[in-house]
């Protein structure tokens, strides 16, 4: 978050205005007024946008994603441009190589971005499932079928490709959007935006279905945070300081996506060569993801057998092992844990290791450490399994797999938006149908109470 | 809300720990310190209680919930007599006679208290039911299993019942919860939470399963809203004052409850008799809910038939008709409506009814002054229907039938909590399983990605 990029907005304001060539002469959100009238101003038409979506048939949404994806193709080059400028602002600033690959847009990264768009014209529609439906002795006949949530506004840091991903995927499930991406990305997130809008009104879907709030400031999030009104949900995508704050300044709904401390529990009876590999894959295959492995926890009867083999694997992977003393007795290569280490999320090649006694003082230690996203049980022992299973308190719990699996791709979801932590709604990975609700559609003839 | 029994509060607070026999000494929820920390700890205890309550058995839930109706039963004569003080105090303080009425328990209300609980007891348990079941290419099976959300929060105003039937209806659906009632009801909450305590402890249920705040105190409401790290939701009961109170100060989930402003609209195609009729039990049945009807539309080409006859039969049942112009030219003893009439929740025999020139300018109307919570159409175009039913942003919408059956109870849901007027997680009616979550269960045979 930050304000640095202010100097260029009037320019990028209307550098979207010409984007959006279906635009109004008194379109207010790019009119001029305070940031938080044009907020407020967004949010009514979003709202408005939102009521058009909801009774949307499946192949206008289709045709509208199917015409953004080939807008994005089309802007590719102005994207790129608009991308070179956050690109040059975050040299200036200082971001590492990381943070820069992370704001990085090219060619090829925007094919794959209009891919992922088309793939989500192609998933199944949610809305207007019938969930239930029955009748009652006095004749009415209910039904409780999925409609889109409304209006939800999205939060988020860095990354650009969050403005496609989060935009299509809500308006698949009949949602308007509000986006405010971070300052690093602004003209990449202008540049977007625009391509969206030029393919949605290409398609005549409704208007401000998608909007960008394309000032960067840090009153911002909290004027969209006031905005009880006309949305119906927060999103926020990024650090816990980001949520936190959406978190405090909200006065709607909101859906965290906070850490994931993983845990892999190798039990007394786990077959090794499996645990080993479970483990070697939770933290090495991609450590900077939520559902990576930050904490093992070794049963005391096989560590001896398991971890100075399986360290060393570890080690030779670039691991860097933050164990208990039993674990730095075993592996003289690891680095004695701090209590600071049990419940920290490293999203780097580092572990968290432990020797417990037994089943219920891992289930103890993750109880008391874990962040309620994803933990792994590993072995032979059904009974444990279970109980491992019913008694951890996370969103998704496995049994003799990795914890990267907890991911809307692997689920067969076909897309995510996140991984909730939350235990309201949807909880871990959310697909298209964690993007809707429900009503109740009664039918009757005169009946009265 | 209020502090006036401030001055009692060390008496019933001994009195409390009297009730739960079982209480350890050194329960610091019932020992000295300030509210606030009292209420952190709360926290904590009913965290350790939820995870016991969450692999709880059906049957050992059920035996609990059965032993509170007997110990409610049993302590009769304690609880009214603790309700005769709160009686006391109303008068003095000035309660007027159908607030005083909601405060009141006798015998006669306790044993159908009581009765609540057992059939809680024989509902259908929703914790532990698949609510899908698939496999994965990789061979990995998942399940997503209905679990307890965990800690729930409840604040709630006046009535002394909800005591008994949130604390009862989250224990079922396996949640612990911690209540906070009103200070006009503080001596009837106390004693009703000591019988549930007694009934849970001889049933032996975990520990905490139910807490009630005991010390009254503006505060109160606050320290609650913000155990983030043991509450997962808040549910508020209460006006519309205590609901923003609540929402603004809580950093988890909050599942709102707000005002029924229900429509029926009378469309050009609809009988004339059932509308009457439908109309009439909307309003007039029992005017003080929130699913009774608070706007009358009538479309302009039946309003003439409709309206004098109709508005005639509201006026002989007491009904005061706030009409608009078109409406008070056909029925000269309506009053001349204000603005402030349309979205107005009056909760007693008052009216606002408006001529509409065709079906759109009634969905506008809902639109603009609706609260999303329950309207109706009386029509035999289908047509017409399928889009009131479709276009409606309501959270229950009913063709040909009484606004007044959004209602758990009427649904078949066996109890409920409450009616959401929210657009996450839980729409209209809430249930057990409304009072439910999932998680994932992965279960595989050593799968990496």
Redesign the interface.
């Known amino acids: 978050m930050g304000d640095r990029h202010e100097a260029t907005q009037g320019e990028e304001r209307s550098g979207v205005r010409q984007g959006t060539s279906d635009a109004q002469p008194g379109d207010v959100s790019q009119s001029a007024g305070s940031l938080r009238q044009r907020i407020a101003a967004m949010g009514r038409h979003a709202r408005t946008a939102a009521?058009r979506l909801?009774?949307l048939s499946t192949e206008r949404k289709n045709a509208g994603l199917l015409a953004m994806a080939d807008s994005l193709e089309a802007g590719a080059e102005r994207i790129v441009e608009a991308n070179a400028r956050d690109l040059g602002a975050g040299v200036r600033a200082g971001l590492d190589d990381a943070m820069l690959d992370r704001l990085r847009l090219d060619a090829g990264r925007i094919v794959a971005i209009a891919a992922d768009v088309r793939r989500i014209a192609e998933l199944p529609d949610p809305v207007g499932e019938v969930l239930r439906d029955?009748q009652?002795p006095n004749g009415?006949r209910?039904e409780k079928v999925r409609?889109p949530?409304?209006v939800i506004g999205i939060i988020y840091e860095s990354r650009p490709n969050v403005t496609v991903d989060a935009a299509t995927l809500c308006l698949k499930a009949g949602n308007a959007t509000i986006l405010r991406g971070g300052s690093e990305a602004i003209h990449s997130n202008l540049a977007l935006a625009a391509a969206l809008q030029r393919g949605a009104a290409r398609a005549e879907l409704p208007e401000h279905a998608i909007q960008l709030i394309d000032e960067v400031d840090r009153t911002g999030v909290r004027h969209l945070a006031e905005q009880e009104g006309s949305l119906?949900?927060i999103i926020p995508r990024g650090g816990r300081g980001l949520i936190e704050a959406v978190?405090?300044a909200a006065?709607m709904?909101?859906?965290k996506h906070y850490d994931g401390v993983c845990h892999v529990y190798v039990d007394r009876a786990a077959?090794l060569e499996?645990a080993a590999?479970?483990s070697?894959?939770?933290k090495v295959?991609r450590p900077g993801v939520c559902n990576a492995m930050e904490t093992l926890l070794v049963h005391r009867e096989v560590a001896a057998h398991f971890l100075p083999r399986h360290g060393r694997e570890l080690l030779d992977a670039g691991v860097t092992l933050h164990g208990d003393p039993a674990t730095c007795e075993l592996v003289p290569e690891a680095v004695p844990a701090t209590e600071d280490d049990w419940g920290r999320e490293y999203l780097s090649l580092d572990l968290a290791v432990r020797v417990v006694d037994s089943l219920d003082e891992a289930l103890r230690h993750i109880?008391r450490h874990g962040s309620r996203h994803t933990d792994a049980i590993v072995t032979e022992d059904e009974a444990a399994?279970a109980r491992f299973?019913?008694?951890v308190?996370?969103?998704?719990?496995?049994?003799?797999?990795?914890t990267?699996?907890?991911d809307g791709g692997?689920?067969?979801f076909g897309a995510e938006i996140g991984i909730s932590t939350?235990?309201?709604?949807a909880?871990?990975?959310m697909g298209l149908e964690e993007l809707t609700?429900?009503?109740?559609?009664?039918?009757?003839?005169?009946?009265?109470?």
Do not use: C
């Open positions: 009521a909801a009774t029955w009652r009415l209910l409609v949530i409304g119906d949900l978190t405090a006065r709904p909101v859906l077959e499996m590999a479970i070697h894959n939770a295959q109880a399994a299973l019913a008694e308190d996370s969103a998704t719990v496995l049994h003799n797999a990795s990267r699996f907890a692997e689920f067969g939350d235990k309201l709604h909880r871990g990975p609700i429900y009503k109740y559609v009664v039918r009757g003839s005169g009946q009265v109470r």
